[in-house]
């Protein structure tokens, strides 16, 4: 069964104070992982997919990496326009191409 | 019309009522999702039509009833729902199910059932 897990639950910036979120993931055959975000009351909106280890993909302040065991999404100097909820999701032949979640980390940058 | 959408954004029933969501994407896909998000609990996949085939059920209860009378509109059908089933529904599609292609969410419906 594929399993993800994203910390912290929650994290607090000030705005510039640059940090990362992790999400680590158990599955078996990993065909994608991607990030999304998601602001209150809305649907998540798209940010990065990430196909195998060692690449790394990046738009505005995000970076997102990935690794055989997990993803870092890097937030360099932070707006408080990037507060919101960040989801990871992975997909694997496993489990019959659907997408597995975690529970997200929740940002909140203060000016 | 762009992206995905779905109606109402907002609704409020009893548990004897009958009500339906409704979504409609405008991106040429061919495969649709629905995901249940409750509070404090990861994003839960519900049904996927892929080419208006239901591919994926997974598990759900029979009071929510699926219907895809076409690539571009998916239904969520409610009945006799409970409490517990109050929780902000999701309608995603992407280009094919099968494929590791991105899935596009619209708003979604917050759902309060009294």
């Known amino acids: 069964e594929d399993q993800v897990t994203q910390s912290p639950e929650a994290l607090r910036l000030q705005e510039g104070e640059s940090s990362s979120l992790n999400c680590s993931y158990t599955v078996s055959g990993l065909r994608g992982l991607f990030w999304y975000r998601q602001d209150p009351g809305k649907g998540p909106e798209f940010l990065f997919t990430l196909y195998s280890a060692g690449e790394e993909k990046e738009k505005e302040r995000l970076k997102a990496t990935l690794t055989k065991k997990e993803s870092f999404l890097h937030i360099t100097a932070p707006k408080p326009e990037d507060s919101a909820t960040y989801l990871c999701?992975?997909?694997?032949?496993?489990?019959?191409?659907?997408?597995?979640f975690g529970g997200g980390t929740r940002l909140m940058v203060k000016p | 019309e762009t992206g995905v959408t779905q109606t109402p954004r907002h609704l409020v029933m009893g548990m004897t009522n009958k009500k339906s969501l409704k979504c409609e994407q405008h991106l040429g896909h061919n495969a649709m999702y629905w995901y249940k998000q409750s509070a404090k609990k990861p994003l839960e996949l519900m049904f996927v039509?892929?080419?208006?085939?239901?591919?994926e059920n997974n598990s759900v209860p029979s009071r929510f009833s699926p219907e895809c009378p076409n690539s571009s509109h998916l239904f969520l059908h409610l009945h006799t729902l409970q409490p517990e089933d109050s929780a902000l529904y999701l309608c995603?599609?992407?280009?094919?199910?099968?494929?590791?292609?991105?899935?596009?969410f619209g708003p979604g419906t917050r759902l309060t059932v009294l």
């Open positions: 995603a599609s992407s280009q094919e199910y099968g494929f590791t292609d991105t899935q596009y």
């Open positions: 999701a992975v997909q694997s032949g496993n489990a019959g191409n659907m997408l597995t």
């Open positions: 039509y892929n080419f208006k085939e239901q591919t």
